[in-house]
């Protein structure tokens, strides 16, 4: 029988939240990150919408998804900071209940009225018209609509440095297990490989009950990252190198020498190279791999006031950062910094001479905004952030303050 378009997209909504039900729930259903202030901000905006002087110059009457998409970009679509999503999701909370779940092809309409702006969402056909139908033939399709949702951002931007660098302590390292050996006196490893480990001290490396293999993340050459203005070393970056399975624990065994004395022997725990970034050798450090990383973000401003600083830019060759890089900053979870948080990025002022007084004193010219940047990645004293919109190169030293 017909069924219209409408229909359709229930059933299939249906169908996919039953199947969510029943299987292990996508990380989107595990808790999104949207907190109860960004909610009392959407929900104001959804009573009054917002000033009309708050949209961006050229924002569009309406404006359908699209793969590719992302939240800050159809936020800065229709208003002056693309930051302010909870804003936006505010202007159509009664079609949007939550920000993570927007999907290609809805498409948004931007109302005027009053001085303010709002906007919504509607199928074709609601001016009346009839809506097109679709026949369903005699099967079951079942589709996740979790893949297809809208990102906050391109994941691909980030996604290697939620899995590959790591910050770390000063003692965090040197504590950790390391490749002690490899078969038949190989000196590098790779993909394929079998390696042998061991832990620190009396921290053993040994086998957990579980039904499957521990996964290991291989590093090396921690850097330490330094604090631009007082010179405090925050943490050390290091190299990622590479990913291994335990696949035996480490042990001992009682035995005795030639001279048929007893005597203890250590067993190393046993590894199997899986992946290679480039290639491993004796003395690499073993770090457990962590858990996934949420991969959906809503950007928001710190509550507090942020003074910040660049402490480096991701990659030891490169000086200056471009649009789409990564840098470090000298702010964590200690100084109340989220991922999600928005900072934007301050260009120092050149210090010059007055060449019109005869004193000839220097002057400071006022630190100019250069753009914004996004936390995706927190630790205790340092932060992981991609630059977002900029308008000239930024350098580690870089201040960093609230985007408003």
Do not use: C
């Not at 048929?260 to 022997?265: E, Q």
Request: proline share 7%; net charge neutral; no cysteine.
């Amino acid at each position: 029988m017909p069924i219209s378009t409408v229909a359709a997209k229930v059933i299939g909504v249906t169908l996919a939240v039953l199947t969510t039900s029943l299987t292990t729930a996508p990380v989107w259903a595990q808790g999104f990150p949207v907190t109860a202030g960004q909610k009392a901000t959407a929900t104001q905006v959804a009573q009054a919408g917002v000033p009309l002087s708050e949209l961006a110059a050229n924002a569009p009457d309406e404006y359908t998804i699209k793969r590719g998409d992302t939240l800050w970009a159809i936020s800065g679509l229709f208003l002056k900071g693309a930051w302010r999503w909870p804003e936006l999701w505010g202007m159509n909370l009664a079609d949007i209940r939550n920000p993570h779940l927007i999907y290609p092809g809805q498409t948004l309409y931007l109302e005027r009225q009053g001085g303010r702006a709002t906007l919504r969402s509607r199928q074709s056909g609601a001016d009346g018209t009839s809506l097109p139908t679709v026949r369903l033939s005699p099967r079951t399709r079942i589709e996740m609509l979790a893949s297809d949702a809208l990102p906050t951002l391109k994941s691909h931007l980030i996604e290697a440095f939620l899995a590959e660098p790591v910050i770390v302590d000063e003692n965090g390292l040197t504590r950790a297990p390391r490749i002690v050996a490899a078969q038949e006196g190989r000196v590098l490893l790779t993909r394929g490989d079998r390696a042998y480990a061991r832990g620190q001290g009396d921290a053993m490396l040994i086998d957990e009950p579980a039904e499957r293999q521990k996964a290991y993340r291989v590093f090396r050459n921690a850097t330490p990252l330094k604090d631009p203005v007082t010179g405090e070393i925050l943490g050390y970056e290091a190299q990622y190198v590479g990913k291994a399975l335990l696949v035996h624990g480490e042990s001992t065994q009682a035995s005795v020498d030639k001279d048929g004395k007893p005597r203890t022997d250590i067993i190393p725990a046993t590894i199997d190279i899986v992946a290679a970034k480039e290639e491993m050798r004796v003395g690499d450090r073993l770090l457990p791999e962590p858990p996934q990383q949420l991969l959906s973000y809503v950007p928001h401003a710190p509550q507090g006031p942020i003074n910040a600083r660049i402490v480096s830019v991701y990659g030891s060759a490169v000086v200056n950062a471009a649009q789409n890089q990564v840098v470090v900053i000298n702010l964590g979870t200690r100084d109340g910094i989220e991922s999600g948080h928005v900072l934007a990025i301050l260009k120092d002022g050149a210090r010059l001479i007055d060449k019109t007084d005869a004193a000839r004193p220097e002057l400071k010219l006022p630190d100019e905004r250069n753009g914004l940047l996004m936390v995706f990645r927190t630790f205790e004293k340092l932060s992981y952030a991609l630059v977002l919109d900029i308008t000239d190169g930024v350098k580690v030293g870089d201040r960093l303050v609230n985007p408003l």
